[in-house]
Every structure is written in C-alpha cells, then in structure tokens.
C-alpha cells in the first residue's frame, strides 16, 4: 500500500482508493491529461485507469468542439 500526504491537506490518502470514484483499484496513478493549463501541475490527474480514460475522452470533446468553432 502507497499512502500519499497532499499539501492541500494533513491526513494520509490511501491511493489503492481511486480519489475520484472512491472504488479500490491496483491502477492508481498521476497521468497526464490532455490539457493545456499554465501551471503544469494541474496537467496531471491521480486516479484508476477507468476515470483518467473518462477524462481523456471528457476533454477530448471539448478539445474538438473547440477546434470546430475556430473554423
């Protein structure tokens, strides 16, 4: 077990709970995301393989949806 103590705050986060959909899972990790944000930090998400492959696809469309009102 990885416990992991944010700086947001001061108890440990068991990271065999997915942060996201509190369900247990042997995949947790910090991915990165396909954004673009300044601060690189907020790039990266910490969850299962499940929720990160939602929010690649959750920011893919708005990815496109924005690229599609450029033109």
Same mark, same amino acid.
């Given at each position: 077990?990885?416990?992991?103590?944010s700086?947001?705050?001061?108890?440990?986060?068991?990271?065999?709970?997915?942060? +996201?959909?509190?369900?247990? %899972?042997?995949d947790?990790?910090?991915? !990165?995301?396909?954004?673009? &944000?300044? @601060?690189?930090? +907020?790039?990266?998400?910490? %969850?299962?393989?499940?929720?990160?492959? !939602?929010?690649?696809?959750? &920011?893919? @469309?708005?990815?496109?949806?924005?690229n599609? %009102?450029?033109?």
């Amino acid at each position: 077990m990885v416990v992991f103590i944010s700086c947001a705050q001061s108890t440990p986060v068991d990271l065999t709970i997915c942060p +996201l959909c509190d369900r247990h %899972s042997s995949d947790i990790a910090s991915r !990165r995301l396909n954004t673009n &944000y300044c @601060d690189d930090r +907020l790039n990266f998400q910490t %969850s299962c393989g499940e929720c990160y492959d !939602r929010s690649i696809e959750y &920011y893919q @469309d708005l990815w496109d949806e924005y690229n599609r %009102s450029r033109f």
